[in-house]
T-cell receptor
Framework: DTAVSQTPKYLVTQMGNDKSIKCEQN?????MYWYKQDSKKFLKIMFS???????INETVPNRFSPKSPDKAHLNLHINSLELGDSAVYFC?????????????FGPGTRLTVT | SQQGEEDPQALSIQEGENATMNCSYK?????LQWYRQNSGRGLVHLIL?????REKHSGRLRVTLDTSKKSSSLLITASRAADTASYFC???????????FGTGTQLKVEL
């Protein structure tokens, strides 16, 4: 059973389009995250939700909008895609917020904007 | 800005040798974690060390933390080809769950 799953695994789209990435965790965790990993493998947090409430919102263009319908799901919608949005996006979850909890990562969604 | 810088950026060793990776960070931390990323996959948590701990072991992994030097090291003993991956350190500041990742070390273990 996959602990943290993401769909789709690959996403190729044109500039200006709107796309969504879905994430689900079956670990019973309260906290979920979105990360962006660029071509140099640098990994940066974008958002974090705790029990459907937004708790971390890094400096991310407002074209990116996360949505958490319940604590097991965290989706990422991206409007008006740009070339610079091309990256691998990872969803993750942890048992709770607060320091000291390991994070479980999904397999990633490779987004290519042409 | 990045919290962690890792050294070396890339490391190539023979199977059976030990591999050591270092991580330096800038601000006081609550804990430091190490993750592994195999090519094309998500990150996998390896070990967490708290700011009041100096050393931790897990199987063939040994992590040290020196808060006075703001640095940590990950030692993999008796490496195997399956250890080939990128290794990242990540720091948590204060009581929050925000992890800031380092630049990563790419380890290649050759047969």
């Amino acid at each position: 059973d996959t602990a943290v799953s993401q769909t789709p695994k690959y996403l190729v789209t044109q500039m200006g389009n709107d796309k969504s990435i879905k994430c689900e965790q079956n670990l019973g965790h309260d906290t979920m995250y979105w990360y962006k990993q660029d071509s140099k493998k640098f990994l940066k947090i974008m958002f974090s939700y705790n029990n459907k409430e937004l708790i971390i919102n890094e400096t991310v263009p407002n074209r990116f909008s996360p949505k958490s319908p319940d604590k097991a799901h965290l989706n990422l919608h991206i409007n008006s895609l740009e070339l610079g949005d091309s990256a691998v996006y990872f969803c993750a979850s942890s048992q709770a917020t607060g320091g000291g909890y390991e994070q479980y990562f999904g397999p990633g969604t490779r987004l290519t904007v042409t | 800005s990045q919290q962690g810088e890792e050294d070396p950026q890339a490391l190539s060793i023979q199977e059976g040798e030990n591999a050591t990776m270092n991580c330096s960070y800038k601000t006081s931390i609550n804990n430091l974690q190490w993750y592994r990323q195999n090519s094309g996959r998500g990150l996998v948590h390896l070990i967490l060390i708290r700011s009041n701990e100096r050393e931790k072991h897990s199987g063939r992994l040994r992590v040290t933390l020196d808060t006075s030097k703001k640095s940590s090291s990950l030692l993999i003993t008796a490496s195997r080809a399956a250890d080939t991956a990128s290794y990242f350190c990540a720091t948590a500041v204060g009581g929050g769950n925000k992890l800031t990742f380092g630049t990563g070390t790419q380890l290649k273990v050759e047969l």
